[in-house]
């Protein structure tokens, strides 16, 4: 039986000392503790604003042992009924997890993706990491289980009135997930940990009977009387009723689909900007005032962000203990992105460093009506691409340089596996983007001891933070008001951004569409 819930602090000397958590417990005096009672840590997080640093701990106080673990849903499945299908376009999180909720009603979910499996997907990985080869169809954006699966796997979001984060979390714990995610206040599982459980998730879905197909790219879709009837691929067509778009940030041949069959599409704000890598050392010390680390911290991280022109500039997918990855989708085009390993422990620490663009700032590209910022955002890639030598090597710059419209003589050494080029940064990108971000810059300088340091490194570009167009959907039935049977979701449409949103998002699509199934 439940006694109550307590909240206590611990110095991270004692984070697996099971003598003084009791010991703590006891000392919050709250409630009449029998002699043997038993406790589970439900949240954790980290109070460094002093220079003490602790952890900050709550945990369920027992009269007995609770048995239960995680909220184990796989027992919730049931085989599909092949005679109701819903076709998902995407095995990223959203189609992944869409998938899944598919198989709690018994629909039957046919999952589309134009990537390679997680494991197939590493060839090519490796091919732009050392030769420069990028691979339209596989990459760090596209393949199984999109681009979270390489590039970090935070699990961190705001949008806790989207759906239930706990289910969410508690799938990946059913998939091989460390428990940890539950209880942790910005849950992360690594980047080498996710390919594994992203293949069980599979394994779940084929499992009861649903389908995967990799290597099928939609390039068509055939709509009579405003109704989608067929999706054409590279491979073969597949009749539909019910679809689920939900292709990622990076799909810019379904934008330019849409946009051809004049179905509605908008174009959407994002962010833009560059990659800033610091020594994990540096970050460290100045988050948690020790000049090494305790060995029960975690890699330090950081939040930044401030108004520039009544435009957000600001930090993004900041990865402590982490890698600069190429995540370019298409040759010609320079993109970078972040990842971590789930133990953090590159010497490291890589953050997107961001401004918000809009029409404003892609008026030039005004005449592609809705694609107007995708081909902006392309516009850039190929740009920072020109400037550099033909391969996957990035132009970059000594953060102290970039603020200061200087060729850097030297560059600091960085994570990033393709090399690095020293340019004129600066320069490359459009002047009100990097003229926002040098003002970010020198007040996050103000706010964040040595952050701007000639020991820091910015490379270019970051430009994938969230998608480009925005693909609309009755707020009630989920489904677009053009197109019957069309149910945009996820990053790509608009409806998320990052991994445990993308997934609520998916299963809230799907739930729609099986309430009218079942």
Do not use: W
Request: glycine share 8%.
């Amino acid at each position: 039986m439940l006694i109550g819930t307590v909240d206590f602090t611990l110095d991270p000397n004692d984070l697996n000392n099971e003598l003084v958590i009791r010991e703590r417990i006891h000392q919050t005096g709250m409630f009449d503790l029998p002699l043997h009672f038993y406790y589970k840590i439900i949240r954790r997080n980290i109070d460094a604003r002093n220079r003490n640093v602790f952890y900050v701990i709550r945990a369920d106080v027992y009269d007995h042992e609770d048995l239960s673990q995680s909220l184990h849903v796989s027992s919730t499945y049931k085989e599909a009924d092949s005679q109701k299908k819903i076709i998902i376009i995407g095995a990223g999180p959203c189609g992944y997890f869409a998938a899944l909720q598919c198989l709690r009603h018994g629909i039957k979910p046919i999952v589309l993706d134009r990537g390679k499996d997680v494991r197939s997907r590493r060839v090519d990985l490796r091919a732009i990491q050392q030769h420069g080869i990028v691979n339209p169809n596989s990459n760090y954006c596209f393949g199984e289980g999109g681009a979270g699966t390489y590039s970090d796997g935070k699990l961190y979001t705001r949008a806790d009135k989207r759906g239930n984060i706990k289910y969410v979390l508690n799938m990946f714990v059913d998939h091989g997930a460390n428990p940890d995610i539950l209880v942790d206040v910005h849950p992360h599982i690594g980047s080498n940990k996710l390919p594994e459980i992203v293949s069980q998730i599979r394994k779940t879905i084929t499992q009861y009977g649903g389908e995967v197909h990799f290597d099928t790219c939609v390039n068509d879709f055939t709509i009579k009387n405003n109704k989608l009837v067929e999706i054409h691929t590279n491979q073969n067509s597949f009749l539909c009723e019910h679809v689920i778009l939900a292709t990622g940030h990076s799909a810019r041949d379904i934008y330019s689909l849409l946009d051809r069959k004049n179905i509605e599409i908008f174009a959407k704000p994002f962010a833009l900007g560059v990659r800033v890598e610091h020594p994990q050392s540096l970050i460290d010390q100045v988050q948690y005032k020790q000049k090494i680390r305790h060995p029960n911290l975690p890699a330090a991280s950081y939040s930044l962000a401030c108004q520039i022109e009544e435009k957000g500039v600001f930090s993004f997918c900041m990865c402590p203990g982490g890698l600069i990855v190429p995540a370019s989708t298409a040759p010609g085009e320079i993109v970078v992105n972040g990842m971590s390993l789930s133990r953090r422990d590159s010497p490291y620490a890589n953050s997107g460093l961001v401004t918000s663009v809009d029409e404003i700032d892609f008026q030039e590209f005004s005449h592609h009506n809705a694609l107007s910022g995708m081909y902006y955002q392309a516009h850039i890639e190929k740009n920072v691409f020109s400037h550099s030598d033909g391969t996957q090597r990035v132009p970059a710059q000594r953060l102290t340089d970039f603020i200061h419209h200087k060729l850097s003589g030297t560059l600091p050494n960085s994570s990033y596996i393709p090399g690095t080029i020293s340019s004129r940064v600066d320069q490359i990108l459009p002047k009100p983007v990097y003229e926002r971000l040098q003002c970010g810059l020198l007040q996050f300088g103000k706010k964040f001891k040595h952050y701007l340091t000639e020991e820091a490194i910015v490379v270019a570009t970051e430009s994938r933070t969230s998608a480009p167009v925005k693909i609309p959907r009755d707020p009630i039935s989920l489904m677009h008001p053009q197109i019957i049977g069309l149910y945009p979701a996820g990053e790509g449409a608009g409806y998320a951004g990052g991994i445990l949103s993308a997934a609520m998002d998916g299963i809230k699509v799907a739930d729609a569409i099986c309430q009218k199934l079942i």
